[in-house]
Each structure stands twice: as C-alpha cells, then as structure tokens.
C-alpha cells in the first residue's frame, strides 16, 4: 500500500485527535482558569464559547477558502496557528487576549474537519472510504477519552493550566512532521491547484446528507442536554448520578466507533445509518419509561452506541452519489451538523416550556431522530426512480 496515503490518512486521524483535545477539556479548565485569572466561573466558561463559535465560523470558511489554498499549505498553516496560538496562551498570561487565541484556534480546527474529509474522500473509494471516515469518529472518541485524563493528571500536579493545552500541541507537531514528509500527490496530480477542479456537482444525495445530519444532531443534543434535567426530576437522582448517565453516553461511544468501522465494511452503509437512528430514537422514548437508575444507565449506554458515529457516516452517504468529492460537499455537511448543535439548546427549551416537563427534551429528539429516518427512507426509494428517468432523458 502507498505510504504516502498512509501519512495522509493518519494525519486525518490525528485532527481529529486534535479536535477532541481541544473540546472535550473544556469542562475540566474552566475552574482553573478563573482561579489563574481571579475571574468567575461562569466568565470563565463564557470564554470558551469563541473557540466553539470559531469552529462553525471555520466549516463555513473552508468552503471558500479551499478553493484559492492548496491543502498542503492548508495543513501547514494550520499546524503552524494552531502551536502558535497554543504557545502564546502559555506565555502571554494576558485575560484579555484569551478569547483572541481561542478564536483561532476554533477557526483552524473548523477548517481542518473539512481538510480531513476531502483527504480521505480522494485517497479512498469504496467500503475503505466508509471505514476510514467512521475511523476518523472513533479518534475523536479516542481523543475524548485520553485528554481529558491527561488533564486530570496535569491539574492534579498543581501544574499550569496551559499545559493541557500544550499537550495536544504535541499532536499538532507530528502533524506537521508528517505533512512535510508528504507529497498531497495523491489528493491531486497537480499539486500546484487548490482543492477544487471544475464545477462542483451537487445532488439530491448531498442534499439529503445535510439535512438528516441536521435532525440526528439536533435529537442528540436534544437528549443529552435534557436527560441529567429529566433525571433529577421525574427519577429524583442526584446530580452526580445524573452526570454519569452522561458519561455512560460518552462512554461507550468509542466502542460503537470501533465497532462500526469492522460493521460497516459489511453490510451496506445506509442499513448501518437507519439502525442506528432508528436505535437512538427509541433509547429517547425508553428513557420516558424507565424508572431505577440501573435501566437508565443501560438505555444510556446504549443510546451512546448508537450514536457514536453518526458524524462523518452522513459525510460518507453523501460523497457516494458524487464521482469526485469536493471540499464544498464536505463543508455544506458539517456546517449542516453545526448549525443543529448550535440551535439545539433553544429549540428543545422552547418545547419543553410548551409541555412543561423536561421529558419533551426527551421526546423532541426522538422526533428529530424520527424525521431523519423518514427522510433517508423516502431518499432511498425516491432517488433510484429519479436516477432511471435522468439517464432516459439523456
């Protein structure tokens, strides 16, 4: 096998070990720093929201943005931002630029979702691309659960904050190593050219990509922020029970992630993605009926499995209806998926106010997860149809 496509595919790996590293130390850090800036908690954890903002700023960006930038130039600066960025927040003890650093370091992240997904969409077709792309679900995962313990081990040695975020700099730099060593030939014969080639072709598969992306983050998110509520309420648990319930989610997607790179490479990719929403919208609606906190713990983990790859596996669906995958088809998925994180919180707060009761959280993400497999049915039996008449007209 080509090493040089090995490089490329393990450097895609390693963002998304960077992107975890960078999100999921959010909760850890915000108390240390309010106490390294003698700041409240809350302005602290406010702060963070210039590195989320600037990660869907960063998808929307990489739509145009490759098409005037090589992607090797694209991996290098990058890689370059990113230890810049990392190392002025480790020397610059300054509150006030913060938000600045953090911004960037959400915007070049937010490109680099984009940068991995048109690596992976050239280098590969077929089952390894699918696999490939779900594997890039299961190193977030990963980065989900080896960060937020090096975090641990770095606070607990009364260690400077920054240092968490120094560590995953190491990452970066391997990143960068590699990238040097690589010859982004096999992304495009002329390296000289950016990313885009010709026009663009957009279809009903693309389309529908997004849109189910959409709805299955919208009823995630729906559920995981209403179930700790749902908890404490309706089951009268604790917060720190609540909390695992979470974790639970969490958890156990890196095991679904690894399982669903060995399961997808046999049997179909769209049978893969309506079990598994069709599993998430009914962990929803069980959670409404359980009553111990043993049950609950069992549907959340296996509401965690469920979920734990329905990511990329819609960039995946949608790349397959496109001879030649471009960034724009990437972007216009993951933007499509940042948008329903972002107006989740707000959507389910308006139907739970309606209702009364946290449990229609509950239920709005099953009902999203619902309309997501309502429409990758109606696609699938709808599309063949469309295809024959086309290719009679032509």
Same mark, same amino acid.
């Given at each position: 096998?080509?090493?040089?496509?090995?490089?490329?595919?393990?450097?895609?790996?390693?963002?998304?070990? !960077?992107?975890?590293? @960078? =999100? &999921?130390?959010?909760? %850890? $850090?915000?108390?240390?720093?309010?106490?390294?800036?003698?700041?409240? #908690?809350?302005?602290?954890?406010?702060?963070?929201?210039?590195?989320?903002?600037?990660?869907?700023?960063?998808?929307?960006?990489?739509?145009?943005?490759?098409?005037?930038?090589?992607?090797?130039?694209?991996?290098?600066?990058?890689?370059?931002?990113?230890?810049?960025?990392?190392?002025s927040i480790s020397f610059i003890e300054n509150y006030s630029v913060l938000p600045i650093f953090l911004g960037i370091i959400g915007f070049v992240t937010g490109i680099s979702t984009c940068i991995a997904g048109i690596v992976i969409g050239r280098l590969w077709?077929?089952?390894?691309?699918?696999?490939?792309?779900?594997?890039?679900?299961?190193?977030?995962?990963?980065?989900? !659960?080896?960060?937020? @313990? =090096? &975090?641990?081990?770095? %606070? $607990?040695?009364?260690?400077?904050?920054?240092?968490?975020?120094?560590? #995953?700099?190491?990452?970066?730099?391997?990143?960068?190593?590699?990238?040097?060593?690589?010859?982004?030939?096999?992304?495009?014969?002329?390296?000289?050219?950016?990313?885009?080639?010709?026009?663009?072709?957009?279809?009903?598969?693309?389309?529908?990509?997004?849109?189910?992306?959409?709805?299955?983050?919208?009823?995630?998110?729906?559920?995981?922020?209403?179930?700790?509520?749902?908890?404490?309420?309706?089951?009268?648990?604790?917060?720190?029970?609540?909390?695992?319930?979470?974790?639970?989610?969490?958890?156990?997607?890196?095991?679904?992630?690894?399982?669903?790179?060995?399961?997808?490479?046999?049997?179909?990719?769209?049978?893969?993605?309506?079990?598994?929403?069709?599993?998430?919208? %009914?962990?929803?609606?069980?959670?409404?009926?359980?009553?111990?906190?043993?049950?609950?713990?069992?549907?959340?983990?296996?509401?965690?499995?469920?979920?734990?790859?329905?990511?990329?596996?819609?960039?995946?669906?949608?790349?397959?209806?496109?001879?030649?995958?471009?960034?724009?088809?990437?972007?216009?998925?993951?933007?499509?998926?940042?948008?329903?994180?972002?107006?989740?919180?707000?959507?389910?707060?308006?139907?739970?106010?309606?209702?009364?009761?946290?449990?229609?959280?509950?239920?709005?993400?099953?009902?999203?997860?619902?309309?997501?497999?309502?429409?990758?049915?109606?696609?699938?039996?709808?599309?063949?149809?469309?295809?024959?008449?086309?290719?009679?007209?032509?």
């Amino acid at each position: 096998m080509d090493s040089d496509k090995l490089r490329l595919s393990l450097i895609c790996i390693l963002i998304y070990v !960077v992107i975890a590293g @960078f =999100v &999921t130390q959010i909760g %850890l $850090l915000t108390g240390p720093i309010a106490s390294a800036y003698n700041k409240e #908690v809350t302005s602290a954890t406010a702060i963070f929201s210039f590195l989320t903002g600037g990660f869907l700023a960063g998808t929307f960006a990489a739509y145009f943005l490759l098409d005037y930038i090589r992607i090797k130039s694209m991996v290098l600066g990058y890689g370059l931002l990113l230890i810049i960025s990392v190392s002025s927040i480790s020397f610059i003890e300054n509150y006030s630029v913060l938000p600045i650093f953090l911004g960037i370091i959400g915007f070049v992240t937010g490109i680099s979702t984009c940068i991995a997904g048109i690596v992976i969409g050239r280098l590969w077709e077929a089952k390894k691309r699918e696999s490939f792309f779900i594997g890039l679900d299961a190193a977030y995962n990963l980065g989900g !659960v080896f960060f937020p @313990f =090096v &975090t641990t081990y770095i %606070l $607990l040695r009364q260690l400077p904050w920054a240092y968490c975020l120094l560590a #995953v700099a190491v990452f970066v730099v391997i990143i960068l190593f590699l990238s040097l060593q690589s010859s982004f030939t096999n992304i495009n014969p002329d390296n000289n050219l950016p990313a885009s080639q010709g026009k663009v072709e957009w279809n009903s598969g693309i389309v529908i990509a997004g849109v189910s992306l959409f709805l299955v983050i919208h009823g995630k998110y729906s559920i995981i922020l209403w179930l700790p509520q749902y908890a404490q309420d309706v089951l009268a648990l604790g917060p720190e029970e609540a909390g695992k319930l979470i974790s639970s989610v969490f958890g156990t997607a890196l095991i679904g992630s690894l399982a669903g790179v060995y399961i997808v490479a046999k049997i179909r990719i769209i049978y893969f993605i309506c079990s598994a929403i069709s599993i998430g919208a %009914l962990c929803g609606l069980l959670f409404t009926f359980a009553y111990s906190y043993a049950t609950t713990l069992l549907i959340a983990a296996t509401f965690g499995l469920a979920v734990s790859v329905l990511y990329n596996v819609f960039v995946v669906y949608g790349l397959n209806f496109v001879s030649q995958p471009s960034h724009k088809h990437i972007s216009f998925i993951i933007v499509s998926s940042g948008i329903a994180a972002t107006i989740a919180p707000y959507s389910s707060s308006v139907f739970v106010e309606w209702l009364g009761n946290p449990v229609a959280g509950l239920y709005a993400g099953s009902l999203s997860y619902f309309l997501a497999f309502s429409v990758l049915l109606l696609h699938v039996n709808i599309y063949p149809v469309l295809s024959a008449r086309d290719q009679r007209v032509n």
